[in-house]
């Protein structure tokens, strides 16, 4: 099931929603906490972001940033989640509210130290937003199929991708339910299949993480571009 589902006509039309509704939040005036992604699309979010007129608009002081999962690599390394978004981002924007996971720190001790910044930032442990993207063997965050434990209740974890071994630091299934809103930002013919598969089979039906996640006392929302839902039908 994908809920509440928008299919837009780029990937740069889904991402300008995105950054509108961060411009919105960042006018609130008070502290709101983004989940971000790794991957192409988010590229895309964070140079759209230093672009006008959101670069000059967004009130920076009121967003904190934090990271959805990160691999266990360099900041330099272009494998680095924080690494792509400093470049892109965050070296011409207000760092002081950006929470980035250390890669090159021992794996327990920092998923111990991050599970506790979040326990000490963000209220509850409810983020605002969280944005994820999803792969196309349909795992999301840092999530596996066949090796994500939905019942962990850790705010973090660590996990081995399944072919390289690479070891990562994620988010759980409990924190990311947890968020007030939950968007999944999907883009490319490469994940066409997997997303009609959830658009057509009950969760539980199906080994994808991405299937099963979603925010339990708030929104969960799909946004994919017309690659993505090239299986699918709308109603």
């Excluded at 995105?18 to 005036?29: N, W």
């Excluded at 989940?35 to 009121?62: E, H, M």
């Excluded at 605002?128 to 840092?142: K, V």
């Excluded at 990562?168 to 968007?183: E, F, H, N, P, V």
Aim: aromatic share 10%; no cysteine; net charge negative.
């Amino acid at each position: 099931m994908l809920e509440n589902l928008t299919i837009f006509p780029n990937a740069q039309a889904a991402v300008t929603k995105i950054v509108d509704d961060m411009l919105a939040l960042s006018k609130q005036g008070r502290a709101v906490h983004i989940s971000l992604s790794g991957g192409s699309t988010p590229k895309l979010l964070f140079k759209t972001l230093v672009q006008a007129p959101y670069k000059d608009s967004i009130q920076w002081q009121n967003l904190h940033f934090w990271w959805g999962d990160e691999r266990f690599v360099a900041v330099e390394s272009t494998e680095s989640n924080y690494g792509e978004a400093k470049r892109l981002l965050f070296d011409f924007v207000p760092q002081a509210n950006v929470h980035p996971i250390n890669g090159t720190a021992d794996h327990a001790a920092e998923q111990a130290r991050y599970q506790a910044e979040i326990e000490q930032n963000v209220p509850n442990a409810i983020f605002d937003w969280i944005i994820l993207g999803m792969g196309d063997d349909g795992h999301t965050a840092s999530l596996f199929p066949q090796q994500t434990d939905f019942a962990d209740n850790h705010l973090t974890t660590l996990a081995q991708h399944p072919q390289t071994g690479q070891w990562r630091l994620s988010k759980t299934a409990k924190l990311l339910g947890q968020a007030q809103r939950l968007t999944y930002l999907v883009t490319g013919e490469a994940k066409a299949k997997v997303l009609e598969q959830i658009a057509n089979n009950a969760p539980a039906a199906l080994a994808y993480p991405a299937a099963q996640i979603h925010a339990h006392h708030g929104r969960t929302e799909w946004y994919l571009d017309q690659a993505a839902a090239r299986y699918l039908t709308q109603h």
